[in-house]
T-cell receptor, first 111, second 113 residues
Framework: GNSVTQMEGPVTLSEEAFLTINCTYTATGYPSLFWYVQYPGEGLQLLLKATKADDKGSNKGFEATYRKETTSFHLEKGSVQVSDSAVYFCAQGGGADGLTFGKGTHLIIQP | DVKVTQSSRYLVKRTGEKVFLECVQDMDHENMFWYRQDPGLGLRLIYFSYDVKMKEKGDIPEGYSVSREKKERFSLILESASTNQTSMYLC????????????FGPGTRLTVT
């Protein structure tokens, strides 16, 4: 079946460091890909998405590119802030049968 | 803005009680979903619905049932709560179609004692 694999962390970085969170997926066909963020005590919020190969999703300084050849959708940000501390989920699919999520990556940014 | 609301943020119930978790969305979405979130396991799909009175089992439906009598409302029912159902429950909704993202409610943290 479909699956999503991402680094689980916690990932600890200093403020202004470069961030990469890896995500790879297995699926038949070409699923839509998503990154969600969950701040403490809250539900998940959509951060960005891409619906076809080579699409780049971006939001709030975060970017991810849909790479069909490597079945990857890595999340990047050039300079992280303390306020970016959260849990980040990579997901694939979408539509009536739900999303398949990775297990989440806990990101901690230290001042 | 899309709004998905859940009836309670925190809930404490006793073993054997019947528990109702309510979810309402205001964007006329066709699809609605219930997930549970546990440390180290991520999010797991319990049930989903793509239309009124329609329901489909997700990955972990055992011990749960659902009801969708109106398009905007999707209820999760624990017929006889057990301690292993202590978890964070997340509701989500989306338009039909594979490219549409899901919108999540704030979650209900359920503790069964």
């Amino acid at each position: 079946g479909n699956s999503v694999t991402q680094m689980e962390g916690p990932v600890t970085l200093s403020e202004e460091a470069f961030l990469t969170i890896n995500c790879t997926y297995t699926a038949t066909g070409y699923p839509s890909l998503f990154w969600y963020v969950q701040y403490p005590g809250e539900g998940l919020q959509l951060l960005l998405k891409a619906t076809k190969a080579d699409d780049k999703g971006s939001n709030k300084g975060f970017e991810a590119t849909y790479r069909k050849e490597t079945t990857s959708f890595h999340l990047e940000k050039g300079s992280v802030q303390v306020s970016d501390s959260a849990v980040y989920f990579c997901a694939q699919g979408g539509g009536a049968d739900g999303l398949t999520f990775g297990k989440g990556t806990h990101l901690i940014i230290q001042p | 803005d899309v709004k998905v609301t859940q009836s309670s943020r925190y809930l404490v119930k006793r073993t054997g009680e019947k528990v109702f978790l309510e979810c309402v969305q205001d964007m006329d979405h066709e699809n609605m979903f219930w997930y549970r979130q546990d440390p180290g396991l991520g999010l797991r799909l319990i049930y989903f619905s793509y239309d009124v009175k329609m329901k489909e089992k997700g990955d972990i439906p055992e011990g749960y049932s659902v009801s969708r009598e109106k398009k905007e409302r999707f209820s999760l029912i624990l017929e006889s709560a057990s301690t292993n159902q202590t978890s964070m429950y997340l509701c989500a909704s989306s338009f039909a179609g594979s490219s549409y993202e899901q919108y999540f409610g704030p979650g209900t943290r359920l503790t069964v004692t």
